[in-house]
């Protein structure tokens, strides 16, 4: 698959880095808003083509996909125009806090018999499919309750994170791992409850979320720019508790660890680099090799779970997903 870059984001240098350990996949392109910065990061990645704009990139004939690292709020639009310039898309996280425009890209992207999906790489690390084996059968016993965090201290308020215009936040940004890794286990919430602390800036510089599950399950969460960079995820359950110390970012490394029947047990997992992974799939889905890993029907609940929670911080009030 020739990939083209959609901006020259500081988390392309992932792609990149996952791009060269596969034969799957290369990136031949990239484009940004100014032709002179296209160039200089061309030549320092070794990319064989530099756009000065990013439709140029879009009407690149050798490109076959696009991978979409712009800010937040302009992810929906870059994507209806990669999707209509034929190209399939890897779009980063969160997609979109809107589910109308979730929807209106699958519609879109199933029309034109593309692929689009969002670039949760965790969700295609080993460590995230045996967190999701154990649960499954039974390791934990009934599933009760999650907690996690993900959390970096934001000290520059230029960053596209804090800006609103952009869609930034720290619900956007981090929380939305946190509302993920509590739906693999637990499914789609069934309301949500919010408190956030909103910055000068106008964006919400820390939510902390309830979700309420089917069966009584509860998770809980707190992702926040105001606090020093931590990230895990608990799962309880009648039986026992999974302690996953790196559940987002694996490669900063920790340990997965069963806890059961007073015992503490340490889950072995396959190193792997989750960007290549995520890149891998996404290219056999668009040669019908394989199903995209995270379509439509995920980015959909994501989507309606984010919107439910920041409207639940604003109207201070629970509100059904
Ligand atoms: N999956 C992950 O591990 C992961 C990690 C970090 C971030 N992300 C996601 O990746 C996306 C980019 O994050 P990032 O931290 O890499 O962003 P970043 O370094 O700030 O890059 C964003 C890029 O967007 C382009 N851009 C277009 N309009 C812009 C504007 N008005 N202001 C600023 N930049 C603009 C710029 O590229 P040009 O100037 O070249 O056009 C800029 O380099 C976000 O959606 C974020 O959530 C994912």
Same mark, same amino acid.
């Given at each position: 698959?020739?990939?083209?870059?959609?901006?020259?984001?500081?988390?392309?240098?992932?792609?990149?880095?996952?791009?060269?350990?596969?034969?799957?996949?290369?990136?031949?392109?990239?484009?940004?808003?100014?032709?002179?910065?296209?160039?200089? $990061?061309?030549?320092?990645?070794?990319?064989?083509?530099?756009?000065?704009?990013?439709?140029?990139?879009?009407?690149?004939?050798?490109?076959?996909?696009?991978?979409?690292?712009?800010?937040?709020?302009?992810?929906?639009?870059?994507?209806?125009?990669?999707?209509?310039?034929?190209?399939?898309?890897?779009?980063?996280?969160?997609?979109?806090?809107?589910?109308?425009?979730?929807?209106?890209?699958?519609?879109?992207?199933?029309?034109?018999?593309?692929?689009?999906?969002?670039?949760?790489? $965790?969700?295609?690390?080993?460590?995230?499919?045996?967190?999701?084996?154990?649960?499954?059968?039974?390791?934990?016993?009934?599933?009760?309750?999650?907690?996690?965090?993900?959390?970096?201290?934001?000290?520059?308020?230029?960053?596209?994170?804090?800006?609103?215009?952009?869609?930034?936040?720290?619900?956007?940004?981090?929380?939305?791992?946190?509302?993920?890794?509590?739906?693999?286990?637990?499914?789609?919430?069934?309301?949500?409850?919010?408190?956030?602390?909103?910055?000068?800036?106008?964006?919400?510089?820390?939510?902390?979320?309830?979700?309420?599950?089917?069966?009584?399950?509860?998770?809980?969460?707190?992702?926040?720019?105001?606090?020093?960079?931590?990230?895990?995820?608990?799962?309880?359950?009648?039986?026992?508790?999974?302690?996953?110390?790196?559940?987002?970012?694996?490669?900063?490394?920790?340990?997965?660890?069963?806890?059961?029947?007073?015992?503490?047990?340490?889950?072995?997992?396959?190193?792997?680099?989750? $960007?290549?992974?995520?890149?891998?799939?996404?290219?056999?889905?668009?040669?019908?090799?394989?199903?995209?890993?995270?379509?439509?029907?995920?980015?959909?609940?994501?989507?309606?779970?984010?919107?439910?929670?920041?409207?639940?911080?604003?109207?201070?009030?629970?509100?059904?997903?």
């Amino acid at each position: 698959m020739k990939l083209g870059l959609l901006s020259t984001a500081n988390i392309n240098a992932q792609i990149i880095q996952g791009a060269a350990e596969t034969d799957r996949v290369d990136v031949a392109a990239v484009g940004s808003r100014d032709g002179a910065r296209a160039q200089t $990061y061309a030549a320092e990645h070794g990319i064989p083509r530099a756009h000065s704009t990013y439709e140029e990139l879009l009407e690149d004939t050798d490109v076959d996909a696009i991978y979409i690292s712009l800010p937040n709020g302009m992810h929906h639009e870059w994507t209806m125009k990669a999707l209509a310039a034929g190209k399939h898309v890897l779009c980063e996280k969160p997609y979109s806090r809107h589910p109308a425009e979730v929807e209106e890209a699958f519609d879109a992207a199933e029309a034109a018999g593309l692929i689009l999906t969002e670039a949760f790489m $965790y969700r295609h690390h080993p460590q995230t499919k045996e967190i999701e084996r154990l649960v499954r059968e039974g390791a934990i016993g009934r599933l009760r309750s999650v907690r996690s965090v993900f959390s970096f201290a934001l000290t520059d308020l230029t960053n596209v994170r804090a800006d609103p215009e952009l869609a930034g936040g720290a619900l956007m940004d981090v929380g939305c791992y946190c509302v993920s890794g509590a739906r693999i286990v637990a499914g789609d919430p069934v309301s949500v409850l919010a408190e956030q602390v909103v910055g000068e800036t106008g964006v919400d510089m820390a939510t902390h979320g309830t979700m309420r599950f089917w069966d009584d399950v509860v998770a809980q969460f707190e992702a926040s720019f105001l606090a020093p960079e931590r990230q895990a995820l608990e799962i309880v359950g009648d039986g026992g508790v999974l302690r996953v110390a790196a559940p987002w970012r694996v490669d900063w490394g920790g340990e997965l660890r069963l806890e059961r029947n007073g015992n503490s047990e340490r889950v072995e997992v396959e190193l792997a680099n989750s $960007y290549r992974l995520e890149l891998e799939n996404f290219a056999h889905a668009t040669e019908f090799l394989a199903s995209p890993l995270l379509g439509r029907g995920d980015a959909t609940v994501q989507a309606r779970t984010l919107d439910a929670l920041y409207r639940s911080a604003a109207e201070g009030t629970r509100i059904a997903v």
